[in-house]
């Protein structure tokens, strides 16, 4: 079911910017793609979403390709505190505005 | 403002027991889901409903899987009898369902662990 592919594991050293790639090929074109983080323990938590212009909040910037089959969230100074496993998810609009998550990349900040 | 909670946040059990969980997601929140996530997986969405009515519970294994949710507000999700492919965290989630550009923003409560044994 999941509509998105991302690497399983991405490494980042504490200060330096994280680069979270999404493939989201089969995207339609009034789908919107939504990043969520879970630490561990947690419940997964809302960073940001974009349908297709590129977005910015203070949490995160979201990268959306002109084709719209990928994107690319960007935390700008990563911390230790954003080891978590990051989602990429489809909101279906047919299907009941239903999430589709995929397995996730982890992220691991280094110090 | 308070966020999703869940209860118990763990539990323990054996196979063909039942177990229950309570879920009170954010006030005023239209829309509420259970999702199951086995570890090393994404949640998997279970049930989704829209005030006390169910919009969409097709992942949901009926024979064993129940949910309610009483006067649009708060959920139980019941599992009855429970297999040791049910270990899993059981995340419940809520979202305004209604105006506004956070109509479809899910919050998530902490989970419940369950194991079975």
């Known amino acids: 079911d999941a509509k998105t592919t991302q690497p399983p594991s991405m490494d980042c050293a504490e200060g330096r910017a994280a680069n979270l790639p999404c493939n989201h090929s089969?995207?339609?074109?009034?789908?919107?793609v939504y990043w969520y983080r879970q630490i561990h323990s947690q419940g997964p938590q809302y960073i940001i979403h974009?349908?297709?212009n590129n977005e910015t909040n203070e949490m995160a910037s979201l990268i959306i390709t002109e084709d719209r089959k990928s994107s690319t969230l960007i935390l700008p100074h990563a911390t230790l505190r954003d080891t978590a496993v990051y989602y990429c998810?489809?909101?279906?609009?047919?299907?009941?505005?239903?999430?589709?998550f995929g397995s996730g990349t982890k992220l691991n900040v280094k110090p | 403002e308070a966020g999703v909670a869940q209860s118990p946040r763990y539990k323990i059990i054996e196979k063909r027991q039942s177990v229950a969980f309570w879920c009170n997601p954010i006030?005023?929140?239209?829309?509420l889901y259970w999702y199951q996530q086995i570890l090393g997986q994404g949640p998997k969405l279970l049930i989704q409903?829209?005030?006390?009515?169910?919009?969409?519970d097709s992942q949901l294994p009926k024979d064993r899987f129940s949910a309610e949710r009483l006067k649009g507000v708060d959920s139980t999700l019941k599992i009855q009898p429970a297999k040791l492919e049910d270990s899993a965290v059981y995340l419940c989630?809520?979202?305004?369902?209604?105006?506004?550009?956070?109509?479809?923003?899910?919050?998530f409560g902490p989970g419940t662990r369950l194991t079975v044994t």
């Open positions: 989630a809520s979202s305004p369902g209604r105006g506004g550009v956070k109509f479809y923003e899910q919050y």
């Open positions: 089969t995207i339609s074109g009034n789908e919107y």
């Open positions: 974009g349908l297709k």
């Open positions: 998810i489809v909101r279906v609009a047919y299907n009941f505005n239903k999430f589709y």
């Open positions: 006030s005023g929140h239209a829309t």
């Open positions: 409903f829209q005030n006390n009515g169910v919009v969409d």
